[in-house]
């Protein structure tokens, strides 16, 4: 399988075919009219090209809430067609988490905090890091855990109970829909509604409460 690579200048492209630890020969021999030397050689091996990435994702990147589990997906090949190995390093707000695998639950995380993966690329010989977009944990949503009572008289009154799953402790009430003369308190979420006025029948009504995170 030997290949000869004619010319005469002391450089020379190496073909594509060209395969990692091929040997190299070059042989000169100087010439002065018709007077010629021994000819002289030199070896060199061909040696690793270093693989490349093409692509380096992670999944989703939008409304991540802790719970949510990340996915990292690498591409990447070799000009050598080696074997290619990753390494995957979890960032949260800068500080590695250790070595771990192509995926990772958020579980612990709180809103705010900021996730990457950093991923080593080897092929046994060398190796190249990248690393992903950063995904912030993003916030959640307020959930209304009361239930109003019947009404039993034309005055109705109704303490509107708020958890939320990021700790917020503070909140804004507003009604999206009602009827008239009901009313509820933006602070403290107390609905009142003197009904005295009120026509007989259904009368719709719609509590929003925001925890001033962009979560209603």
Do not use: C
Not at 27 to 44: F, L
Not at 47 to 74: C, D, F, H, K, Y
Not at 138 to 150: E, G, H
């Amino acid at each position: 399988d030997r290949e000869v690579l004619h010319g005469n200048s002391p450089t020379t492209v190496l073909p594509e075919t060209a395969r990692k630890g091929q040997v190299l020969e070059v042989s000169v021999v100087v010439a002065e009219g018709e007077r010629r030397s021994r000819r002289e050689y030199a070896h060199a091996r061909v040696g690793n090209r270093p693989p490349r990435w093409i692509s380096l994702a992670i999944e989703p990147t939008e409304r991540v809430v802790p719970g949510t589990t990340l996915q990292v997906t690498p591409v990447a090949d070799d000009p050598d067609e080696d074997a290619l190995l990753f390494e995957y390093y979890w960032l949260v707000n800068g500080e590695r988490k250790g070595r771990g695998d192509h995926t990772f639950a958020t579980d612990e995380l709180s809103r705010g905090d900021e996730v990457m993966a950093e991923v080593v690329l080897t092929d046994g010989a060398e190796e190249l890091v990248e690393r992903t977009p950063v995904v912030t944990i993003a916030n959640r949503s307020p959930k209304i855990v009361s239930q109003p009572k019947r009404m039993d008289s034309l005055r109705f009154v109704y303490e509107v109970e708020v958890e939320d799953p990021d700790g917020d402790r503070r909140f804004r009430y507003k009604l999206a829909e009602r009827p008239e003369g009901m009313d509820i308190d933006l602070l403290s979420g107390e609905l009142v509604w003197d009904a005295s006025q009120a026509k007989p029948g259904k009368h719709p009504v719609e509590i929003v409460v925001s925890d001033m995170h962009g979560g209603e």
